[in-house]
């Protein structure tokens, strides 16, 4: 029997935050939104440098890709997810185990907006989080005769988050930005670690004081 992808991706996010190569971090990532608004072509692109232009609905898929962002080594664990109404009951369980979101969309399509904004407040109930690492990604940034959002909603809506996630507009057809947003999730997962990280590291230090002789791992 074939292992869900999803199983995989859990199961990897687990292995994951238990380890830390030498010299490489691993970052959980999940592609959400709607149907038909780029996804997997958009993952597709970042992996493999190929744009897939037939849709072809997925339930979900498992993608991994080895990058240097900001001078760091970084393996992305990367989930596209499924985007129809009737296999949405699968949500929560991504959303509990991802560390970070690209929240994308469809420029062409108001409803896969609205769609994006319901997800994100998904994204932070399943977290039980007023702040998560996302960015919000407009697709089909190409098809400029056929938009239907406006930049001033897409910046209201980025400012009534209190500006917590970034906004980037992507064309998964001409590669238009597609590095740059699972970087800047990348980032935002950082930034979202960086006080943990900061605590474990002064708390080592504070603990080599009092136990000179010990090796703290």
């Known amino acids: ?12 996010t687990t292995m994951a935050r238990e380890r830390t190569s030498l010299n490489q971090t ?3 990532i999940a592609v959400v939104g709607g149907g038909a608004v780029g996804k997997s072509a958009l993952t597709i692109q970042f992996v493999q440098h190929f744009f897939c232009d037939e849709y072809d609905p997925t339930i979900e898929d498992q993608h991994r890709k080895q990058v240097v962002i900001d001078n760091e080594c970084a393996l992305l664990e990367i989930l596209d997810t499924a985007g129809q109404e009737e296999l949405t009951a699968m949500r929560d369980q991504y959303l509990r185990c991802a560390e970070g979101f690209l929240l994308v969309f469809s420029l062409c399509s108001r409803p896969s907006y609205e769609e994006a904004v319901e997800l994100y407040q998904q994204i932070l109930r399943a977290k039980d989080a007023d702040r998560v690492p996302v ?21 209201d809506f980025v400012a009534s988050t209190g500006k ?10 001409t590669r238009s930005n597609v590095d740059e947003c699972f970087y800047e999730t990348v980032r935002s997962v950082r930034a979202a670690n960086a006080p943990t990280q900061a605590k474990k590291t002064k708390a080592k230090k504070s603990l080599k004081k009092i136990h000179p002789g010990c090796n703290l791992l």
């Open 135 to 155: 960015v919000l990604v407009g697709n089909k940034a190409d098809l400029v005769d056929e938009r239907q959002i406006t930049k001033q909603e897409i910046d």
């Open 164 to 173: 917590s996630i970034k906004y980037i507009e992507t064309s998964a057809r």
């Open 1 to 12: 029997m074939a292992t869900s992808p999803l199983l995989c991706f859990i199961t990897n």
């Open 26 to 28: 691993h970052y959980d």
